[in-house]
């Protein structure tokens, strides 16, 4: 019915560069502020990133400034995190979440509507 599907998680060196997608099937993306969060193993999940309805504004977690970057392609119904410079810390699931707001939020607390399954990356040499 309503799901997001996330891809392009993988293995990847230290340094190395990977792009998550996360696609929407059953209703559009254009209505809805989308969130990335990750949980590594022994940890809580983790807010990455997240845009805006329109694609104007963006969060990132201190963790991830400067290396990640969250876009959105509303025709294509899908939403981006292009990951450069990964590190072994970045290693987890990664999940894409929608809320049917204009913006969004990464506390932990906040309620997305739809969450998809999660993509692995592992970072490692």
């Known amino acids: 019915q309503l799901q997001l599907v996330e891809s392009g998680g993988g293995l990847v060196q230290p340094g190395g560069s990977l792009r998550l997608s996360c696609a929407a099937s059953?209703?559009?993306?254009?209505?809805?502020?989308i969130g990335w969060f990750r949980q590594a193993p022994g940890k809580e999940r983790e807010g990455v990133s997240c845009?805006?309805?329109?694609?104007?504004?963006?969060n990132y977690a201190d963790s991830v400034k400067g290396r990640f970057t969250i876009s959105r392609d509303n025709a294509k119904n899908t939403v981006y995190l292009q990951m450069n410079s990964l590190k072994p810390e970045d290693t987890a699931v990664y999940y894409c979440?929608?809320?049917?707001?204009?913006?969004?939020?990464?506390?932990?607390?906040?309620?997305?509507?739809?969450w998809g399954q999660g993509t692995q990356v592992t970072v490692s040499s």
């Open positions: 059953g209703f559009t993306l254009d209505a809805y502020a």
């Open positions: 979440a929608a809320v049917s707001r204009t913006y969004c939020s990464l506390y932990m607390n906040y309620k997305y509507d739809y």
């Open positions: 845009i805006s309805r329109s694609g104007g504004w963006t």
